[in-house]
């Protein structure tokens, strides 16, 4: 028998009941922090006078090794609590309604762009792991996964030690402290991936993206994308 009774839930910013299918109502989902003109390589915001070949002024200088930032939101109230609420307190709702608008941000993009044969969240180290409990960037990946029909592979990148917090530290002292930190295993090594898409919670300095994104490179990967829900600017 079909099951008529809608599926009421509850708006995760005001708490009015919603019958959408994700945990947002229209008018609070219309209201979140959308960027308006990001940078066509890194997604950092270029400002009230973007410039006309659509680039940052670090991306001409000195591109990242990886393609295309697509990221669904400006790292700003309310999508900065939503956020710290998902990882630092498990609030899954908040993960999943936030993934599955990026997942809708992504499928616009990957009309242009192609679809990524696999997604590869950012690995943590198992003691960062056992501390929080479960992995954000692969919570993410499963629905985005999910949604757009890509296999997320949460084995062939790995941490190969564990990394200090990269909170506080220089750009400098970041990139020495990612060094060597991933590894890749399995059947993908040997060239058969082409085009995969990193996903990460928030991008701020991109050197977490960036240095997973070399190693992918050296490895063959000839596009590498990268999905976030925030990106910093
Ligand atoms: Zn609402
Ligand atoms: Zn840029």
Redesign the pocket.
Known sequence: MTNLVPIFQQCILCGHCTTADIALCAQCALELPYPECA?K????ELGPIPPVHG??G??LSEPPSFDHCIAAFRYEFPVRELIAGFKFHAGFAEGRTLARLLAERATQAFETIGKPQRLLPIPLHASRLRERGFNQSIELARVIGQHCGITVDTSYCRRSRATPTQKGLSAEERATNLRNAFTLHGECVGGTLRHVAIVDDVVTTMTTVDTLARVLRHAGVTRIDVLCLARVS
């Open positions: 940078c390589r890194c997604g950092v680039y940052c670090r991306c």
